[in-house]
């Protein structure tokens, strides 16, 4: 069983997942601003607990968004770095798709969602059948309103989006099942199980090449002008 490290910091919690000789650790911590500082000591420390050292990665998975913008820079330098170091193979997973996996539900239409700010959402569709989750669309940046018109009448809503967005989807006509967490932190045990799967098939990613899904340019906030 390779040992494998899961990052993500495309979601509001930071976290770290390593699975190793059968074992599963798990980490947690809001560290939206200092996550630069936080992230790759808490991935040594982790590592140490186990008996580990990063040249012993095998597999490094990352959630590779959408999301936060400075997170996604933090978590693929971090995750490039490790790569170079070392021998592991770097692999992206989208953070919409482990939601989808995450999803509490066993048939129906799922849409995970990300905050795109301005009323808008980072969406896209699978369907749940069973055991397998194939997707039905792309992810796309759609207005709230927009969306909630175009759902199936079997959609299930989850993700980030619910906690800043929620009041919007309570008050729609077309009232959406939403799942129950609206704070909704991303399954890390899936992001793992996702990104090992995905290993197995193709491999890694090149870490020169690789680039975060942000699906948007970034605009910084202008600062405000001193006389």
Not at 16 to 44: D, K, M, T, V
Not at 80 to 105: C, D, H, M, N, Y
Request: aromatic share 6%; glycine share 10%; with cysteine.
């Amino acid at each position: 069983m390779p040992v494998c490290l899961a990052i993500d910091t495309s979601t509001r919690h930071t976290g770290l997942a390593l699975q190793a000789g059968g074992a599963l650790e798990l980490r947690r911590f809001s560290a939206q601003r200092n996550a630069g500082e936080l992230l790759l000591p808490a991935i040594h420390e982790l590592l140490a607990a186990c008996g580990l050292g990063p040249q012993e990665l095998d597999v490094i998975v990352l959630a590779n968004g959408p999301g936060s913008f400075t997170g996604l820079r933090i978590g693929l330098a971090t995750a490039k770095g490790l790569a170079f170091g070392g021998r592991a193979a770097l692999v992206p997973i989208s953070t919409l798709e482990v939601l989808a996996w995450q999803a509490p539900t066993r048939q129906g239409h799922v849409f995970p969602l990300m905050d795109a700010r301005r009323g808008e959402v980072f969406s896209a569709c699978w369907r749940r059948q069973g055991e397998s989750l194939p997707p039905v669309s792309e992810v796309r940046r759609v207005p709230i309103p927009e969306l909630l018109a175009s759902l199936p009448a079997d959609a299930l809503l989850l993700g980030p989006s619910l906690l800043e967005q929620r009041a919007a989807f309570l008050d729609a006509e077309r009232h959406p099942q939403l799942a129950e967490d609206p704070d909704c932190q991303l399954a890390l045990p899936w992001l793992l199980r996702l990104g090992e799967r995905r290993w197995e098939r193709q491999g890694g990613e090149d870490p020169d090449s690789l680039e975060p899904d942000y699906l948007f340019d970034f605009q910084p906030t202008p600062g405000k002008v001193r006389a």
